[in-house]
């Protein structure tokens, strides 16, 4: 069974790092290049389903790599993400080929950027695999590297379009996250300087698990450091307050770009997050400290995110309006890990799924919405009347609208249903009092009705109303249409079972609340 | 750290006060040219103090040599990103490049945004009396921190301390935490109280300092994490070369000024 994790492990993390230099190679040609990352994507994802699958209950897999000083280690958690990442992946790396067809026409003008194109690629392809690396690798300070080193990648992608927005958004995105993450590498040595342990985080938690708890005086210096580790991975996660990057950056990147952002990228520093809670949790033989933390982040996060959905102004655009759905949905997601009970984890991890696929459903179908609209001169704040021009996008918007916000019979409400839940289950056992959890409860609660109202209020101003375009209907790729359909069916599908993922979820979720050793 | 002899010791301390000094000076000025000196000294010390450690422990050499590089290389870095590229015919891709990386020319477009030059860049921000006293206070605050976590790792209150007992230990590990805190907070209120882009890449890499003091209080503790950090920090100087190459001219290119209170067209 190992060799063949391994081999599915070569599976999952090649093809992209493979692609990546594959297209730069030959000629700059969209299809061709689109076609080989979307390839890539296929075989990887096809890798982490068979994981997935084969997953043994309970089981973990160990590699050692004496190379850098690096270790692999594999466990639920980990497969779980690598799902998450490469589901999403999947959708937006076929979604490239019309980002592309669209800036071709753009690039001939600006004959200065000729390798924008491969560059897109290479750039995209190793953004894919250093994030399919965050839930792999062992190592915590090599985990810090490769979540700067999704900045440095992310950021080009972000500046893609050459104008003076999306320069600024790449700018804003890269000083903040980069200045944010400081705290986080300041908050790994201090905890590595209390547990006097390896860097690797799975030993680590083993060391812990075995009563080896921190003593009383030191105890401090591991709550300091959580906190600095929240602040700082919490900027890459996007959760309040360092979320500023959050709306720039996805509302001026490509549309598969912002799928990936904001499905996988915050995903992948909650996952960071989630082993420090651990360590935290375990190091302190205690939940309440990092758990009220993540609640009071978390649910600042939803309260920060509600005003600016309802934002009615043009200058909100709609890209813009989704990137604060990340700021909400991160919040809660946080929200339920904050509560501290497996209900909830289980709930907040599926959450997280549910979330990146209809933000990628989402975001990929207002793109080709956008790059219509685009091609005939027109900017986002002036898009009225999708309905009328394209009926079948223009539903799947909708759909996707209301699941993002929580209506039955969609995926988000199930788990949304479960943080709740959970919620009301530890009113009265929570040690931050009833009154504060009933609080919280109902500007839960609240928040999640006005944005309801926010959102369905977007899109009923873009779809109905007088079309700008008086072409009438647009034609609609069916290829497109077709996988944007799936994802729906796969989120409809997740309101009413958490099959296939339920053994993995229970797993996952026993993993955060105990460690898993 | 600083264990040793008691001129070592005298030496190292006089160091980290430098490597304070350097940054508050850093954020009192609007200078690019002085912020580039005092961070050239600032890593200078660095350097010095890790080349003090290498008795310890011999990675420190790989620490010390990637401290003397950005030592080097800032100057010119800064050069690239502020002079534009003047491609003559016949000029080879590394001329351009390296005639792109001329300090000398550099320096006179950075004189041009000095604010006795440039009333812009006195416009908004704070001034250098109150960016002094701003810096201080931050390094108090990082100096109370480190005061109240400092005991729990020297074992003041506990029978086994956290940090191997050594004569000077206890306020060595105080005087670098705090001085590593100090820098951090330091550098952060820099690059938000900057007006330009070019000087907020200033403020980053005196955090990055910050990390490097923090770091040899890890590698008391626990010599296995010497390699790991040092890798951790030459991926750091990629990151902050990326942005400074790749970056840093596209959005002076596009907003047509390189400053911060320009950059507003993401604004609700």
Not at chain 1, 20 to 37: E, H, P
Not at chain 1, 161 to 189: C, N, P
Not at chain 2, 126 to 143: D, E, M, P, R
Request: glycine share 6%; charged share 10%; with cysteine.
């Amino acid at each position: 069974m190992q060799t063949v994790s391994i081999g599915l492990v070569i599976g999952i993390v090649f093809p992209p790092f493979l692609t990546a230099f594959a297209s730069l190679s030959g000629k700059s040609q969209s299809q061709r290049s689109s076609l080989l990352t979307f390839l890539a994507s296929v075989i990887s994802f096809c890798c982490s389903l068979a994981l997935l699958l084969n997953f043994p209950k309970n089981g973990h897999y160990h590699l050692n790599f004496s190379v850098l000083f690096i270790n692999i280690f594999i466990d639920a958690l980990s497969v779980y993400f690598i799902f998450l990442i490469n589901i999403v992946a999947l959708f937006a790396s076929y979604f490239t080929k019309f980002i592309m067809a669209n800036d071709i026409e753009a690039q001939s003008e600006k004959e200065h950027w000729p390798n924008s194109l491969r560059l897109f690629h290479l750039e995209f392809n190793l953004f894919h695999c250093s994030m399919l690396l965050v839930p792999l690798v062992d190592n915590l300070l090599f985990l810090w590297v490769l979540i700067a080193f999704t900045t440095v990648i992310s950021a080009p992608l972000i500046g893609y379009h050459r104008d003076r927005r999306a320069q600024e958004a790449a700018w804003k995105y890269i000083m903040i996250s980069s200045s944010g993450i400081v705290f986080a590498l300041l908050g790994t040595i201090f905890l590595l300087t209390v547990l006097k342990q390896n860097v690797d985080w799975s030993k680590i938690i083993h060391y812990l698990n075995q009563k080896n708890v921190v003593q009383g005086d030191l105890q401090g210096v591991v709550k300091i450091a959580f906190l600095l580790i929240l602040l700082g991975y919490g900027t890459k996660a996007g959760l309040f307050p360092m979320h500023t990057w959050l709306p720039d950056g996805h509302g001026e990147a490509p549309s598969p770009v912002s799928a990936l952002l904001s499905g996988v990228l915050l995903k992948c520093a909650l996952y960071v997050i989630l082993r420090f809670y651990v360590i935290t949790n375990l190091a302190l033989n205690e939940h309440d400290f990092a758990s009220n933390m993540l609640l009071i982040f978390g649910l600042f996060s939803l309260l920060m995110a509600t005003p600016f959905i309802l934002n009615m102004k043009k200058e909100n655009r709609f890209k813009r309006v989704l990137a604060y759905h990340s700021l909400e949905h991160m919040g809660i997601i946080t929200f339920g890990f904050g509560l501290g009970i497996q209900v909830a984890f289980f709930g907040a991890l599926y959450q997280a799924l549910n979330h990146a696929l209809t933000k990628a459903l989402m975001f990929l179908a207002y793109g080709r919405v956008q790059e219509t609209h685009a091609n005939m001169g027109i900017p986002d704040e002036k898009i009225r009347g999708v309905f009328k021009i394209m009926p079948v996008t223009g539903c799947l918007l909708v759909l996707g609208g209301l699941a993002l916000v929580g209506s039955p019979p969609f995926s988000i409400f199930f788990s949304e249903f479960t943080i709740l839940f959970a919620a009301i289950q530890r009113v009265a056992t929570n040690p931050l009092g009833i009154g504060v959890m009933i609080a919280a409860i109902c500007a839960f609660l609240i928040s999640i009705a006005l944005i309801f109202a926010g959102l369905v209020t977007h899109l009923g101003r873009m779809m109905l109303g007088k079309s700008p375009i008086h072409a009438g209907k647009v034609r609609e790729q069916s290829i497109p249409l077709l996988l944007l359909g799936i994802l729906l069916v796969v989120l409809i599908w997740g309101g009413f079972t958490t099959n296939p993922l339920t053994n993995i979820l229970q797993q996952s979720a026993n993993i955060v609340y105990t460690g898993g050793f | 750290m600083l264990n040793g002899p008691f001129f070592a010791l005298a030496f190292a301390l006089a160091l980290v006060i430098l490597a304070l000094l350097t940054a508050v000076y850093s954020a009192m000025t609007n200078r690019l040219r002085s912020k580039i000196t005092s961070y050239r000294l600032q890593t200078l010390a660095l350097s010095m103090l890790a080349a003090i450690e290498i008795r310890t422990n011999p990675w420190f050499v790989g620490i010390a040599f990637i401290l003397v590089i950005q030592i080097v290389v800032i100057a010119r870095l800064m050069a690239y990103v502020t002079n534009d590229e003047g491609r003559q015919p016949g000029q080879s891709w590394f001329d351009v490049k390296w005639e792109r990386m001329n300090v000398a020319k550099a320096q006179s477009v950075w004189v041009e945004y000095d604010p006795e030059h440039d009333p812009k860049t006195n416009r908004v921000g704070l001034n250098s009396q109150t960016s002094l006293i701003g810096s201080i206070t931050l390094i108090v605050v990082a100096y109370v921190v480190a005061f109240s976590i400092a005991p729990d790792l020297i074992g003041k209150f506990r029978n086994t301390p956290i940090i191997p007992p050594s004569q000077l230990t206890g306020n060595s590990l105080v005087y670098s935490l705090g001085a590593s805190l100090g820098l951090l907070l330091v550098g952060q209120f820099n690059m938000i109280k900057t007006l330009d882009i070019r000087s907020q890449i200033m403020g980053l890499l005196v955090m990055e300092n910050g990390l490097f003091l923090a770091a040899v209080i890890i590698i008391e503790v626990n010599e296995q994490l010497v390699p790991a950090f040092l890798f951790t920090m030459i991926a750091w100087y990629a990151l902050t070369w990326v942005i400074l190459i790749n970056f840093l001219p596209r959005v002076k290119e596009f907003s047509g000024s390189i400053y911060v209170g320009d950059q507003d067209t993401l604004k609700e």
